[in-house]
């Protein structure tokens, strides 16, 4: 738990390791990840960022662009990323990593469904629930084909948040019950857990009632106001008989006769 002096350890060891064999050695980049865990503890995330981008490129330099290191540390920086709501380059890097992994190890790795997951929180931060759900969805078909029920219960945990922030209360309250019911199979009645599900579950049916109760108050509004601003049918038909009235009163004015001109006779000249 000496997180200060973990850091010096670590920064002196990779300081020793450049100089006996080179900055591109795998013990120096074991010594970087140390240092940026411990700059992740200490909420430095800048500086953990920056450390953790130079060794990647040290991974990328001994291991290639395909390798498990250079994954892990795509996902690293694009979760980093994500908490300092930088969230076009936590995007680029989860991608990234979603990428390599589809390279080495197919489309049905497990840690596929957990890229989705981290995607699909970033997509929600940022108000593309469909997009959320979308990657929520494919990320339970991968879980379930894997049989690690465990990992469903974030899953539908996030797909209540997602319906809860479209103000559909009733398919986020399925699903956080199909998440409580899961959690009690997994973990018991009693655990921390379980009970942690159970109380947003009781705080999603508040939500739920409260919004159908501001619902049916302005719709009440709405309508009192369109009786108010409405016009009765005796003033309807007041205007109509005084219109009436009006446009018999305004006669045409008859035209006025011109004088005859005589006829000149020709006889007369």
Known sequence: GNLGLAYELAQEASKWMGQVTGPVHTSTCQAIEIMASVLVQY????????????????????????S??????????????????????????????????R???????????????????????????????????????LVSSTCDLSKNVPIYQTIATVHASMNDFKDAINAQKQCWNLSRQLFGEEDQRTEAEKTRLSTLIRENAEYNTKQLQDKQDRERSEKVNRPSAS???????????????????????????????????
């Open 43 to 66: 909420g430095d995330n800048e500086v953990a960022i920056a450390t953790m981008s130079k060794k990647l490129s040290l991974d990328v330099q001994l291991f290639g662009l395909d």
């Open 103 to 141: 390279l080495m190890a197919g489309n049905k790795h497990p840690e596929i469904a957990n890229i989705y997951f981290r995607l699909a929180v970033i997509y929600h931060d940022v108000g593309d629930f469909l997009g959320s759900l979308s990657l929520l969805t494919a990320a339970q078909k």
């Open 68 to 101: 498990s290191d250079v994954m892990q540390g795509h996902t690293f920086l694009g979760t980093m990323y994500h908490e300092m709501n930088n969230f076009e380059a936590a995007v680029a890097h989860l991608q990234a990593a979603l990428y390599i992994l």
């Open 235 to 269: 003033s309807l038909w007041l205007e109509d008989d005084l219109t009436a009235k009006k446009k018999k009163s305004k006669k045409k004015p008859k035209k006025k006769s011109k004088p005859a001109v005589a006829a000149s006779n020709e006889q007369d000249w």
